[in-house]
DNA sequence: ATATTATACCTAGATATTCAAGGTATTGTC
DNA sequence: GACAATACCTTGAATATCTAGGTATAATAT
């Protein structure tokens, strides 16, 4: 993730899920968007996205399909289900708890 | 610690410093001055606060003494290295641009 | 034509971090 | 005298990331 590793834990899941709240969209795609809209910050990497598709995915927060491009490729589009809604919206919670937690610690004098 | 384990991983040790600048403290007391400056976000395991202190000790980050407390008991005491300050202002830096891109792809529109 | 790069998917093993659960010992409280 | 709070510590399981590999197709450069 090119950041210290372990700040990626936890929010990664929270980062996918992010977007595809903005259309569907499949693995390589979202590495590249996930940098353009973080500014550079996030490069994430294969191995470590695709383990999160397949675990979302098999928790059904995730559902998949196939579709050629117009290079006549494969994509694997993945789209959020209701589940994923919901799982998005507590992992932003938390990660509003965390960031406010963080800050008050910082900003403490 | 109460919220997401894996939100954690990256910014205790930070957060660790952070208290220090503040005056040497010894282990017990950190878990519950984090607990109180983060209002009670914060609720560090002693298992994860002493291996991170053995560590920073480790590389020289920390200093150690121990100190007699008014009620006879025996405290370890740690202080900031001038290594420590450094490394804490780079895991602040990292924290602020970690941040930024989070904030960045959540605000995204 | 052919080699290289970019696209697009995937997995296995090493590493790092937290937590749960235990242990030791002293002090204060009921 | 028993129990809770203080104060230190370690081991093992669980979780998450990254490195480094693998496969295959399309586009580009030589």
Redesign the interface.
């Known amino acids: 993730m090119k950041?210290?590793?372990?700040?990626?834990?936890?929010?990664s899941t929270m980062?996918v899920l992010?977007?595809l709240e903005?259309g569907d969209m499949y693995g390589y795609q979202m590495i590249e968007e996930?940098s353009r809209?973080?500014?550079q910050?996030?490069q994430m990497q294969e191995g470590t996205l695709y383990p999160i598709l397949h675990t979302l995915e098999k928790g059904k927060y995730l559902s998949s399909y196939e579709q050629q491009a117009p290079t006549g490729r494969m994509r694997k589009y993945y789209k959020l289900t209701r589940k994923g809604r919901e799982l998005l919206g507590e992992?932003?919670s938390?990660?509003e708890?965390?960031?406010?937690?963080?800050e008050?610690?910082?900003s403490?004098s």
């Open positions: 950041l210290d590793k372990g700040l990626m834990a936890g929010s980062l992010t977007l903005s996930l809209r973080s500014n910050v996030f992992k932003k938390e990660w708890k965390f960031h406010s937690g963080v008050a610690v910082l403490f």
